[in-house]
């Protein structure tokens, strides 16, 4: 009888404890930033709660979901930066497409931009063609953007990325890329500016200490 008694007070002790960490874990992630959870949920250091325990807060329940809905319109841009910390993964561009697919059905714009940036130049920057394939998909526009240099604003075509890449990292494959930004150039009726690009892309040094970038086709 005794033994069932320490059982039972053992076993409430336990979900006691369980819900009073839930409530702790809902209301610390209630105030801290989506920016820094969804770091955490892209990169492993640091981060003390597991990225499923994270993931499924912000995307399976109501408390995460408003936090989602209530964030900045630059979120998506967000994401596509925070999935290049295992950029070489192309497990990372899917999990970026799971979160991605929830944000554009909250209504957040998927060519919104965070400091000058769409999710689709980030992309393309990290050579990342699971990812920027999904953004293009789902109405990624491949335009231009402009720039300040010297104080002068100057106009850089998004396939500039792609070339800068090549460049920048000869032993990457940036063929697939390349072919996907032409041929969405020309779906959306957008001038690709081929010579502005290739002109622009001469500037970008090639790394000192190369390494092997793998690439999904």
Known sequence: MNLRKIAVRSLIAVLILIVVWAAGFVWICSRIPTA???VSVFNRSGCTVSRSILQF??????WGQDKLR??????????????QYNVLHAS????????IRELIKLGKSVNARMHHASALEIAVMNNQI????????????????????HGVKHYAPLIFWALCRQRGHPE??????????KRA????????????AEKLAQRCRPRSNPMLIYMDR
């Open 36 to 38: 820094y959870l969804l």
């Open 57 to 62: 807060y912000l995307l399976d329940t109501p």
């Open 70 to 83: 209530d964030s900045s319109n630059d979120i998506i841009a967000y994401v596509s930066s925070a999935s």
């Open 92 to 99: 990372s561009q899917r999990r970026a497409i799971v979160w």
């Open 130 to 149: 699971i990812l920027a394939r999904y953004l293009i998909r789902h109405g990624a526009r491949v335009q231009g953007f402009s720039y300040y240099k």
């Open 172 to 181: 990457a494959n940036v063929i697939p890329m390349l072919r996907l930004l």
């Open 185 to 196: 150039y020309r779906q959306q009726d957008i001038p690709i500016h081929l010579k502005v």
